[in-house]
Structures are given as structure tokens and as C-alpha cells.
């Protein structure tokens, strides 16, 4: 909850100590392309994050309050953090609508808005009413005439123009490897953090205003509130 990144927040500030979070999507191949693509841009990014996630049994531990947390704080911390990445820029504001779907969980079927401080948008589309036979991420970057698409972290593409470059893994490519071997030498050598603290308090917190939004319906502005 927010006390406790709150209580994180100040034991970091006091420790000088390397920190970091599982956001590993962000240095997958896909986003590392995706931000050199973007790089020279001067306006804002439109985000299209639709995640197709699948029924779980009412039992299963994600939505256990005390180890999984529901699937806002589970999963849609990663695509939060995803977007800030490749926007370069940190959520200001959100907004969040449940889907009514059969009996499903309220957290299963839902759509977020995000504002970034650029004048970026991010959306969300996070899903268990769709097919099984569909691919369970898609991220669609658009901008300044160039766009990228990533199909499940295995295909990528990007357009420039008429010019067009596919890219092709066998494997996906979250990330995983290339954040762990970040943060050890980050460990190794004495450098910073793989990701900045600003950015891992503020995805955590813009998370946490996703589920007031369900709650209460309303748009909820992400106040970083003293430094982090």
C-alpha cells in the first residue's frame, strides 16, 4: 500500500543503497528499439497497451490480499512502468473503468487511461473475456510519423514512414536477463540503480491510484509527495 512505499521510500533516502523492482520490460529489445526510434521526437506518444490475460479460479493466490494483491497490483505495475520508460516521462494522472464480464473478478476485465508530464497518453486494455488463441500482449507506439508494434515480446515492427523493420526471436524477450545483469553490475562496479528511483515510486504509486479509480470512478491526479 502507500504507507508502506512510502516507508521504502524513506529507508532508501537514509540507506545509499542499490534498489530495484522487477520492471524488466522495460529493458527488453523491444523497448531499448522502441525509445532509439522515438528518440528524436518533440511531441508527445499515443500508447496502446491491450493484454489479453485469461480467466483465473477465484482461488488462485493473485488475488490473495495479502501475496498477490489483485491484478492491478500484480501485473499492471509492468505496463505502467513500460510506458513511463518509453515515454520518458512519469504518469500524472489516471483513470480506470471496470468491464462487467459474466462473473469475473471487478480486476479482470478493465481499461486505464494514463496522462504523462510530456502530454503523452497511455491506454490499457487489460483482459479475460477474450480468445485464448490470441498473442497475451500487444503494444502499439505511435508518434511524429513513426510507430512500433510489439506482438508478445517474440515480433516487433517499426515504420518510419514507407520504411518498415521487422524484428523475430524464437524466445520471448521480457527483459529478464538483461535487467538482472544490469543491476549485478550495478553491484559490481558501483553504478546507479538500473532504474531511477523517481520512476520506481511513481509507477508503484500511479498503480495504486488505478485501483482507487476502479473504486470510485473518477480521474485521480499521481502527487509525488515530498522527495523520492
Not at 489479453?52 to 493473485?62: K, T, Y
Request: glycine share 8%.
Amino acid at each position: 500500500n502507500e504507507a508502506e512505499l512510502n516507508q521504502i521510500a524513506e529507508v532508501y533516502a537514509r540507506s545509499g543503497r542499490l534498489l530495484t523492482v522487477g520492471f524488466n520490460r522495460r529493458f527488453s529489445p523491444f523497448a531499448q528499439d522502441c525509445t532509439k526510434l522515438f528518440r528524436d521526437r518533440v511531441g508527445p506518444l499515443s500508447m496502446l497497451y491491450r493484454v489479453s490475460a485469461g480467466p483465473l479460479p477465484n482461488r488462485h493466490w493473485i488475488y490473495d490480499p495479502a501475496q498477490g494483491h489483485g491484478r492491478v497490483i500484480g501485473e499492471i505495475c509492468h505496463f505502467v512502468d513500460l510506458m513511463g520508460f518509453l515515454s520518458s516521462s512519469l504518469p500524472v494522472e489516471v483513470q480506470a473503468w471496470p468491464v462487467d464480464y459474466l462473473d469475473a473478478n471487478p480486476e479482470d476485465n478493465i481499461h486505464v487511461h494514463i496522462r504523462f508530464a510530456d502530454g503523452s497518453r497511455g491506454q490499457i486494455f487489460y483482459l479475460s473475456s477474450g480468445s485464448s488463441g490470441v498473442s497475451k500482449e500487444r503494444i502499439e507506439v505511435f508518434g511524429q510519423g513513426q510507430t512500433a508494434i510489439c506482438e508478445d515480446f517474440r515480433t516487433s515492427h517499426f515504420h518510419r514512414g514507407n520504411q518498415h523493420r521487422r524484428k523475430w526471436s524464437f524466445f520471448q524477450e521480457k527483459g529478464h536477463r538483461e535487467e538482472l545483469r544490469a543491476f549485478v553490475a550495478a553491484v559490481q562496479h558501483g553504478g546507479e540503480s538500473p532504474i531511477p528511483f523517481e520512476s520506481l515510486y511513481t509507477s508503484t504509486l500511479a498503480t495504486f491510484r488505478i485501483r482507487e479509480s476502479l473504486q470510485c470512478g473518477r480521474p485521480l491526479p499521481v502527487h509525488v509527495r515530498g522527495p523520492v
